[in-house]
């Protein structure tokens, strides 16, 4: 389906950009050069009357947004966290599309409840208010439960909701190509691999069912970790359509007035959502990955509660060794180290020179220290950055572009309660701690023992796999160039010798 007539959807967003308003607040807001203001709107100003009208009532780019559809709005959530890339006028704008989006009604609720879970709203819950936040792709009620009279929170997915995500999601890999057709330079992002990621993850959010299992993980995960809560699903009132959890109670993140008026150190919650995501991230691999302002909260005794587990990110334990010491790398202001491991991990190609990539580098992390962060311009700093990436023909690495689209959202957030946060001095604890476990000769004794320990569960196998080998090797058909058979012996002794000194080092550790 993503032919030509993605064309017209395409041709209806700028358009609709043009209608209400948005293209010239929007890109004064980025502050864009002069001259793309002028082209845009010179485009964009014939084909005005096929954009879409949205809500008068609300601001140019949030109707612009809302009047898209969910896969626009999702893009909106992120640039509400970043007052510092768009300002602080179109962040307040945009925060509306956090939880305030316009509802559908309560008796289509209803009906979606019982027609999901195979009873009335009535005999499973005693009290079903009214929508207390709705965004791009569900809603939430407040209820009780009729059998213990507990408040819950029931999650229930739009009308229509999936049909309207494959056609926006159509349109942009219709982009995708068309950008990597006319542009070659813009291969090396890898668009169309970005929003394949970005369908991936939005289809599973799409399922309630994996939202739930997701916050059962994260629980689990985290229930040791001081000032932080998850709630809980209750698995038998929760389905593909509908999600029941506990209900979470505290003062929403974006309400920060309410929060210092309640006594909170908002210094320390700022530093706490940093640290507790990079926990997250770097000793689990597993992480809360749309922690915007809608999706948490601030409980009475001070915890920060997360909510909202359909957008979860995963990285291998590899990935994180790379990314921390990266972080750790800028931390110590070692740009040496940090262009060494990406060039070990494969992210710039090694024929570039690993001097000059540190002094870029050095060009993008020396301004972040001894200066207070409220100067620095992330807007000015993700452009140089992208320069970078650019000059060394780094290509977009799908992986991390959640890891990479949460740390710019909790930032975000931590910045909202404290202008003056530091992020490196905030990040250092939690990723010395973890480089102090995960890199060096104790991560090596225990890398090995789990490598031993793999290959003793093939122990008994061992005999049929030599023989197996040997039989191969005294072939006579034809064949490519083989190990030899003194080589194929060697490493199943050395497989079985592992096998065996992972079973003695496991009874010592």
Do not use: C
């Amino acid at each position: 389906m993503r032919g030509p007539h993605n064309i017209w959807r395409l041709i209806r967003t700028g358009a609709t950009f043009e209608r209400t308003g948005a293209m010239t607040v929007a890109l004064e807001a980025m502050e864009a050069p002069a001259g793309l203001r002028a082209f845009a709107r010179v485009l964009g100003w014939p084909f005005k009357w096929l954009g879409y009208r949205g809500d008068p009532a609300l601001p140019p780019v949030t109707r612009a947004l809302t009047a898209l559809g969910p896969a626009y709005i999702k893009f909106g959530q992120v640039l509400s966290t970043r007052p510092d890339v768009v300002g602080e006028d179109l962040a307040n704008q945009l925060r509306v599309l956090q939880d305030k989006l316009p509802p559908f009604s309560t008796l289509t609720a209803k009906a979606t409840v019982a027609a999901e879970l195979g009873a009335p709203v009535e005999s499973l819950f005693s009290d079903f208010s009214e929508p207390v936040a709705a965004a791009s792709i569900a809603q939430v009620h407040r209820a009780r439960l009729a059998d213990s009279g507990e408040d819950v929170a029931v999650k229930i997915l739009r009308p229509g909701i999936e049909r309207a995500f494959r056609r926006d999601i159509d349109a942009f890999h219709f982009a995708a190509g068309l950008i990597e057709a006319l542009s070659p330079a813009s291969r090396r992002l890898r668009p169309s691999d970005v929003i394949s990621h970005f369908e991936g993850v939005v289809m599973g959010e799409l399922d309630l069912r994996l939202e739930s299992a997701s916050a059962s993980e994260f629980a689990a995960n985290t229930e040791k970790d001081a000032g932080f809560q998850v709630p809980a699903p209750l698995w038998h009132l929760s389905s593909r359509r509908v999600m029941t959890m506990d209900w979470a109670e505290g003062i929403p993140m974006g309400e920060v007035a309410a929060i210092r008026a309640a006594g909170h150190d908002l210094v320390a919650i700022s530093e706490r959502v940093l640290q507790l995501f990079l926990s997250h991230a770097l000793r689990d691999g597993f992480f809360h990955a749309d922690m915007h302002q809608g999706n948490l909260k601030v409980a009475a005794n001070g915890d920060v509660i997360a909510y909202d587990f359909g957008i979860m990110g995963q990285i291998d334990e590899y990935t994180r060794r790379v990314y921390a010491e990266i972080l750790i790398g800028f931390i110590r202001r070692d740009y040496r180290r940090v262009a060494e491991v990406h060039f070990e991990a494969g992210y710039v190609p090694r024929d570039r020179d690993i001097d000059a990539f540190a002094r870029a580098l050095r060009a993008v992390g020396e301004p972040i220290f001894g200066m207070n962060a409220s100067h620095i311009s992330m807007a000015r700093l993700l452009s140089y950055l992208f320069e970078v990436t650019e000059r060394f023909g780094m290509q977009t690495r799908t992986e991390l572009i959640l890891l990479q689209r949460t740390m710019v959202v909790v930032e975000g957030v931590a910045r909202s309660l404290n202008p003056d946060i530091n992020i490196w001095h905030a990040a250092q604890p939690v990723v010395e701690t973890y480089i102090r476990g995960n890199v060096g000769p104790q991560a090596l004794l225990r890398d090995l023992v789990r490598v031993a320990r793999v290959l003793g569960r093939y122990g008994p196998k061992l005999p049929q796999l030599a023989e197996a080998l040997v039989i191969r090797q005294t072939e006579p058909v034809p064949a490519p160039p083989r190990r030899s058979l003194a080589g194929t012996l060697g490493l199943v002794i050395l497989g079985a010798a592992l096998a065996g000194a992972g079973v003695a080092l496991a009874t010592l550790i």
